[in-house]
């Protein structure tokens, strides 16, 4: 188990520099921030010392080396838009990012695995097939679309939810919460049900697939030979067993939430850390998008990292491979 975390551990070092140094280079061709800080009047001399200032007339790999060294201390630079410290700056949205992502991945979680378990165990009924032509929207409709279709029909037509923004937050300890305001709950809706709903579907859909494979399986028609009850026979025998390779792409479901909140931001002009990278790309805020990029690739390499281990603790087959090796 400890070489197998120290591998993981290591390939996940790796995965993060090469995907931040390729990035990082990337950025290069979205435009050059000297033209957004500097008015019209500038000059050659101006440019060039700003330039020099800034740091930008060094080559990528050595800007790339100074963001690391200056990241593994906590310090990710000086916003160009803002002209204040970046981590400040994400620090202030990360927590409306998180909560939409936390709700939307509960929401997710929850209905996903319950309405998937549902329509294989009751896979010929009525509700089953029409849970199953709903959930074609989901997976058929772009996350935008659906921001806007609730949108026009909750909130222009119905006048039931608002169409924008975060409501009311209390602020807990450093931490900028919309939990405990009747108005932040409400605002939260709309967001994460159009954050979520794809990934919502897409378990479901895989949770029914695996369902329905495992309850053809010889063992569960033994434990219905022994006279065992179809409550246990479903959920003690067929669900544990699902969820096993369910786990695996629920995991990267769960990253790709906070990763992909951008659109679900940008329609709900939520807060958040989506929000704010596409306005960095917009000025060209390269501190900002190197640190956005720097997060939610350690968030999706942890989400891996976790996912690796339970999967390697829950299946067995997985640990008597690794012993033999």
Do not use: C
Not at 120 to 140: E, P, Y
Not at 173 to 182: A, D, R, V
Not at 301 to 325: G, Q, T
């Amino acid at each position: 188990m400890l070489a197998f975390l120290i591998r993981r551990l290591i390939q996940s070092v790796v995965v993060l520099l090469v995907v931040g140094a390729v990035s990082f280079g990337m950025f290069r061709f979205i435009g050059d921030p000297v033209n957004n800080m500097l008015g019209q009047e500038r000059t050659q001399a101006d440019i060039a010392e700003l330039r020099d200032r800034l740091g930008l007339d060094r080559s990528v790999l050595v800007q790339y080396a100074v963001f690391l060294r200056n990241a593994a201390q906590g310090d990710f630079g000086v916003s160009y838009r803002q002209g204040r410290p970046v981590a400040d700056i994400i620090a202030e949205r990360a927590p409306a990012t998180l909560e939409l992502a936390a709700v939307s991945g509960v929401m997710a979680l929850v209905f996903g695995i319950g309405l998937g378990v549902i329509t294989a165990i009751k896979r010929n009924s009525w509700a089953s097939s029409a849970i199953m032509t709903i959930s074609l929207v989901g997976v058929s409709l772009p996350t935008f679309l659906i921001g806007i279709l609730l949108i026009y029909v909750f909130s222009v037509q119905l006048e039931w939810l608002p169409s924008f923004g975060r409501g009311e937050t209390v602020l807990v300890g450093g931490w900028s919460t919309g939990f405990l305001t009747q108005s932040g709950l409400v605002a939260l809706i709309l967001p994460a049900i159009t954050l979520g709903l794809y990934q919502m579907t897409l378990i479901m859909r895989i949770v029914r697939s695996e369902m329905l494979e495992v309850l053809r399986q010889d063992y569960i028609r033994f434990a219905r030979a022994r006279g065992l009850r179809e409550r246990s026979i479903n959920f003690r025998h067929a669900l544990k067993n699902t969820l096993v390779p369910v786990i695996t792409v629920t995991g990267l479901q769960m990253g790709s939430i906070i990763a992909f909140s951008i659109i679900t931001e940008t329609v709900f002009q939520w807060p958040g850390m989506g929000l704010l990278f596409i306005n960095a790309v917009q000025f060209v805020d390269i501190p900002v998008m190197a640190a956005y990029l720097m997060l939610i690739s350690v968030l999706f390499v942890s989400i891996n990292l976790v996912v690796d281990l339970l999967y390697f603790a829950i299946d067995p087959r997985l640990r008597i491979e690794r012993a033999k090796a």
